[in-house]
């Protein structure tokens, strides 16, 4: 059976693969599918088309309220509120109930929530494909390493045991707190300084198993360098768990990165995620409008990278 139909084959693999495509279809249009501009707009004898995207001076100061009010033509997103509109249409609401207007309600700063669930998307999956790319690629780097002789085997065992010690929040709190603001990119880099130890472990022990194997023997017998005997024979024997654990930390990741966010460790304020509307709900008395939305996309992107990753797992499977 091939790798494909074996990953078909899994339970709820390929909806977990369909959830995870629409969220990164979400995070990458998230302009488009919530902004205060709208999509095409004529305004004062002037067509502008995709004014949410390039954001015009004339239009400054304008939203799609205050243009639809003014009588222009406009085609507004689906979403007709920025993420963080605090007056659209000059308009104050705070904590507001899910209404026509506001279909998740606002924030305690009269925001849309369902604006800010949408672009917070992109913040969670931002922090968990840096993090996952990072950790990955250094768990291999030391897995292999250490797999190639037993002097690295020793230096780097310890050090992957020695990772493996520290308790992975408090690891994240400590690095967070040495810098006074944080962007996605330091997130993702505190979160793959936790996780990188996991992946090294296994792949160490898979590296460990493809050294042993006859064509890795054969290889070094001709007189192969240990250089091209780890990236040409040992290292795509022994990626297959690092792969995987990459399909499942994405998750974990989006669980760190809203873990830190509620705490007020993640990305600045007032950029959008769903950790900071999970604070919010917290800080007005978990209003279900605020707490549902982003404890369901939370959950949703959970469930889905596991399914991935175990359809992953069972495709890459010796038969």
Known sequence: ??????????????????????????????????????????????????????????????DNQLLRASGAWLIAPPIPYGPESQHPGGVTAVLQPPSRAHLFGTD?????????????????????????????????AVGVTAAMGRRADLVLGRVIEVGLTFPTLFLLLAIQGLTATASVVE???????????????????????????????AARAIGASPARLGIVHVLPLAASPALV?????????????????????????PTASWGELLGQAQAAGLPLWLLLPPTGAIALTVVACSL????????????
């Open 245 to 269: 654990a990459g399909a499942f930390g994405v998750g974990q990741a989006v669980l760190f990165e809203t873990a830190l966010s509620f705490l007020g460790f993640g990305v600045p304020a």
């Open 1 to 62: 059976m091939s790798r494909a139909a074996r990953f078909r084959r899994a339970p709820g693999a390929r909806a977990g693969l369909a959830v995870l495509i629409a969220l990164v279809l979400v995070a990458a249009f998230a302009g488009l599918l919530a902004s205060d501009l709208p999509l095409a707009c004529r305004a004062e004898g002037k067509f502008y088309f995709l004014p949410c995207v390039t954001r015009p001076l004339a239009l400054a100061g304008a």
């Open 108 to 140: 305690d700063r009269g925001r849309d929530v369902a604006a800010r669930l949408v672009h917070g998307t992109r913040v969670a999956l931002a922090v968990g494909l840096v993090a996952v790319l990072l950790y990955v690629a250094l768990g291999l």
């Open 308 to 319: 991935v990753g175990d359809g992953l797992r069972r495709a890459l499977e010796e038969t």
């Open 187 to 217: 997130v993702g880099l505190a979160i793959a300084l936790t996780q990188w130890p996991h992946v090294a472990r296994l792949v160490r022990a898979e590296a460990l198993r493809a050294m042993a194997s006859p064509h890795v023997e």
